[in-house]
T-cell receptor
Framework: TQLLEQSPQFLSIQEGENLTVYCNSS?????LQWYRQEPGEGPVLLVT?????EVKKLKRLTFQFGDARKDSSLHITAAQPGDTGLYLC???????????FGTGTSLTVIP | KAGVTQTPRYLIKTRGQQVTLSCSPI?????VSWYQQTPGQGLQFLFE???????NKGNFPGRFSGRQFSNSRSEMNVSTLELGDSALYLC????????????FGPGTRLTVT
């Protein structure tokens, strides 16, 4: 059983469209991270959020941590082919430093 | 600053053999974690080392083991390989044990035949 569930699992959109990826759990997390992974490579850290309700923006990417620190979302505006990849959320809990990874969302942006 | 490096990048082994993978963290990072990534199970935590001591351990059998050296470099070993051990093995480093941010290496692709 995965502690963090992501939706959708797969997403294929046209260049220029907007999209939102969700990361949900029934557990509380002390921090939550988002990564992007390209084929054959390791995940690359995009952002870390630690405060409930926190919103962070990174160019066309907007990340939000839920008020109860149980969920998070990643919104991409005007998607580009370079955004293609596997998006992973990961969280840590107060009980330890172990990172729990979400199930992943595979995004394809079609030119 | 150099990133996390992992060697080898690709490895093919036969069932029953053992394998050792190596990870060099970012300079100044003292915590190293290992993960297994498969299409079916996703990214799963194996263990974490800090100051040459295993601090956290995931739910994997004892065939999976690791160690960390005084220069923070880490190795993981898998003994008596099984077909199901075929995966991408990722190493991640962070500055301290309680750091919220970790940085991944490119991984070692292990194929067991």
């Amino acid at each position: 059983t995965q502690l963090l569930e992501q939706s959708p699992q797969f997403l294929s959109i046209q260049e220029g469209e907007n999209l939102t990826v969700y990361c949900n759990s029934s557990s509380v997390f002390s921090s939550l991270q988002w990564y992007r992974q390209e084929p054959g490579e390791g995940p690359v850290l995009l952002v870390t959020v630690v405060t409930g309700g926190e919103v962070k923006k990174l160019k066309r990417l907007t990340f939000q941590f839920g008020d109860a620190r149980k969920d998070s979302s990643l919104h991409i505006t005007a998607a580009q082919p370079g955004d293609t990849g596997l998006y992973l959320c990961a969280g840590t809990q107060n009980t330890g430093n172990q990172f729990y990874f979400g199930t992943g969302t595979s995004l394809t942006v079609i030119p | 600053k150099a990133g996390v490096t992992q060697t080898p990048r690709y490895l093919i082994k036969t069932r029953g053999q053992q394998v050792t993978l190596s990870c060099s963290p970012i300079s100044g990072h003292r915590s190293v974690s290992w993960y297994q990534q498969t299409p079916g199970q996703g990214l799963q935590f194996l263990f974490e080392y800090f100051s040459e001591t295993q601090r956290n351990k995931g739910n994997f059998p004892g065939r999976f083991s690791g160690r960390q050296f005084s220069n923070s470099r880490s190795e993981m070993n898998v003994s008596t390989l099984e077909l199901g051990d075929s995966a991408l093995y990722l190493c991640a480093s962070s500055k301290t044990l309680s750091s919220y941010e970790q940085y991944f290496g490119p991984g070692t692709r292990l194929t067991v035949t």
